[in-house]
């Protein structure tokens, strides 16, 4: 059973669109949640972390998180052509065999239509 | 948030040579660095866990003896494609983080093996 799971997409919206990006994790004691960015040729960079339950809000994006249902999201207002990218979803998370260790999901691709 | 680089950013290699790559933390230290393999419009691997003073730990299906992985010291870790063939073509990616709720990833080498 895979930690971390993200619809692969392609997922397209229009510019000025809301995009709605959702991960799903297993049942562990998850700490940390992490929304990452990634351009085609590029290494991911860190967009949002999220560590309790609610809503954090960074300028155009917004993390929910809620850890009964097991569930991070995203949401980026008025999208941008520049958003177009894969958003990839991390989760800290602590196993009795492993301990601390990040999980990534497969990345959701998402595409802003001028 | 914290500056990881590596180095070379690209390498072009003969098949049956080994290459290595420098992973540094610029402005912080490491206990714990992670490498990544990343295949064409594949998601992230996690290869290994890179500890300092102390042996990798690779993940299952890793070659330990083909991916040399050495954290000789809080702020460098070096992973060592020995023998490279060209299957092991693909976006070679670490990071760190100043503890485990961060991870912040380097640029990225890109090896290609002819």
């Known amino acids: 059973q895979k930690e971390v799971e993200q619809n692969s997409g392609p997922l397209s919206v229009p510019e000025g669109a809301i995009a709605s990006l959702n991960c799903t994790y297993s049942?562990?004691?998850?700490?940390?949640f992490f929304w990452y960015r990634q351009y085609s040729g590029k290494s991911p960079e860190l967009i949002m972390s999220?560590?309790?339950?609610g809503d954090k809000e960074d300028g155009r994006f917004t993390a929910q998180l809620n850890k009964a249902s097991q569930y991070v999201s995203l949401l980026i207002r008025d999208s941008q052509p520049s958003d177009s990218a894969t958003y990839l979803c991390?989760?800290?998370?602590?196993?009795?065999?492993?301990?601390?260790?990040?999980?990534f999901g497969t990345g959701t691709s998402l595409t802003v239509i001028p | 948030g914290a500056v990881v680089s590596q180095h070379p950013s690209r390498v072009i290699c003969k098949s049956g040579t080994s290459v290595k790559i420098e992973c540094r933390s610029l402005?912080?230290?490491?206990?714990?660095m992670f490498w990544y393999r990343q295949f064409p419009k594949q998601s992230l691997m996690l290869m290994a866990t890179s500890n300092e003073g102390s042996k990798a730990t690779y993940e299952q299906g890793v070659e330990k003896d083909k991916f040399l992985i050495n954290h000789a010291s809080l702020t460098l870790s070096t992973l060592t494609v020995t023998s490279a063939h060209p299957e092991d073509s693909s976006f070679y990616i670490c990071?760190?983080?100043?503890?485990?709720?961060?991870?912040?990833f380097g640029p990225g080498t890109r090896l290609t093996v002819l």
């Open positions: 999220i560590y309790s339950n």
């Open positions: 991390a989760v800290n998370m602590k196993g009795w065999d492993t301990g601390n260790q990040f999980y």
């Open positions: 049942d562990r004691v998850s700490q940390s």
């Open positions: 990071s760190g983080g100043r503890n485990m709720n961060e991870q912040f």
């Open positions: 402005d912080f230290q490491a206990t714990t």
